[in-house]
């Protein structure tokens, strides 16, 4: 999958990571994420942006990346209960 380059300036910092398997089966993941100095930073995957607080500063307005994290985390423990609730 080829995608546009991101901007990058003293004013913004952006990142793209992508990943597959060696042998190009299975699951795969992709995002994009920018971050503007003392505001707001998004991140992309596949078709949802989140917005959280990339500042030095601790906000309340969006979560910060740790909220995001046990987020995450919880959605895998949520998946696989899903996922495996089936076998018991």
């Not at 380059?5 to 990142?15: I, Q």
């Not at 995957?45 to 994290?69: K, M, Q, W």
Request: neutral net charge.
């Amino acid at each position: 999958m080829t995608r546009p380059a991101l901007p990058s300036t003293a004013a913004t910092r952006a990142t793209r990571g992508e990943g597959r398997p060696s042998d190009g089966a299975g699951m795969w993941y992709a995002f994009d994420a920018e971050n503007a100095p003392g505001g707001p930073a998004t991140i992309s995957a596949r078709d949802s942006t989140i917005t959280f607080d990339g500042s030095a500063a601790t906000g309340e307005l969006y979560p910060r990346p740790a909220d995001l994290l046990a987020a995450a985390l919880a959605a895998c423990i949520l998946k696989n209960v899903e996922r495996f609730s089936r076998l018991l």
